[in-house]
């Protein structure tokens, strides 16, 4: 009778363990903090200057980017972000919404901190837009 008691309340255990139970389902929804941030500000010191190229710069070149830490709210760079109103998910470092950080988000950066227009690209924010990020990953 112990033994069954036992075998009982491990299979209980593993059951509620198990991903797939409803105890897994009845986890609450993460919920998306968004903050307010500008597009292209990299380093996030509220302006988009020569300097947020650098860790693109870094990135393309294939060296380790020095980010600022996620704890002061800024994405570390290449983290998963989405823009509030904007459909889609990118990494922090993809200004111009390619799915790649390259080239082009090099000059994105470059032409925001020389106050040149900012080219639209569809469903992106614009480089030097206020927008509210929210970091959804890795």
Excluded: Y
């Excluded at 991903?19 to 919920?31: C, D, F, R």
């Amino acid at each position: 009778m112990r033994l069954l008691l036992t075998l009982t309340t491990f299979l209980l255990l593993l059951i509620a363990l198990s991903p797939n139970t409803p105890v897994e389902a009845g986890k609450p929804t993460p919920v998306l903090i968004f903050t307010e941030r500008v597009w292209a500000d990299i380093r996030c010191d509220g302006t988009v200057d020569a300097a947020d190229a650098m860790p693109v710069l870094l990135w393309i070149a294939g060296q380790q980017a020095i980010t600022p830490p996620l704890a002061n709210g800024c994405p570390s760079v290449f983290h998963g972000v989405s823009a509030d109103g904007f459909p889609g998910t990118w990494r922090w470092g993809d200004v111009d919404c390619s799915n790649a950080v390259d080239i082009p988000d090099l000059i994105a950066i470059l032409r925001a901190a020389a106050s040149a227009d900012a080219l639209p690209s569809g469903a992106c924010p614009l480089a030097a837009q206020s927008v509210l990020v929210a970091i959804v990953g890795k």
